[in-house]
């Protein structure tokens, strides 16, 4: 499942594959497309899953706000189990 530097390997019988950031800037290099946007759609939400499911409206709506102002660092993309990326045609 890992490379000996630690990439993950994908098959094609996976459900998902699991890419690196720069994987996705490698596929995205072959075709004429430019990148609007790479973001987090979940960022850290999958690893705080319980204590988020547990908040009220007003403390999620927060969270929310804070997923929002950090879901196109770049620094912080790879810790998201989703991506998406956002390309427009060359």
């Excluded at 319980?50 to 912080?76: G, N, P, S, V």
Aim: contains cysteine; aromatic residues 8%; glycine residues 2%.
């Amino acid at each position: 499942m890992l490379t000996p530097d630690w990439r993950c390997i994908s098959e094609p019988k996976d459900l998902f594959a699991m890419v690196r950031t720069e994987d996705i800037a490698t596929l995205d290099a072959e075709v004429p497309v430019k990148r609007i946007k790479l973001i987090a759609t979940d960022g850290a939400t999958n690893y705080k899953r319980d204590y988020i499911d547990a908040m009220d409206e007003e403390t999620f709506d927060k969270w929310m706000d804070y997923h929002f102002a950090i879901c196109e660092r770049q620094d912080l993309i790879g810790a998201s189990h989703h991506t998406l990326d956002i390309l427009q045609k060359a």
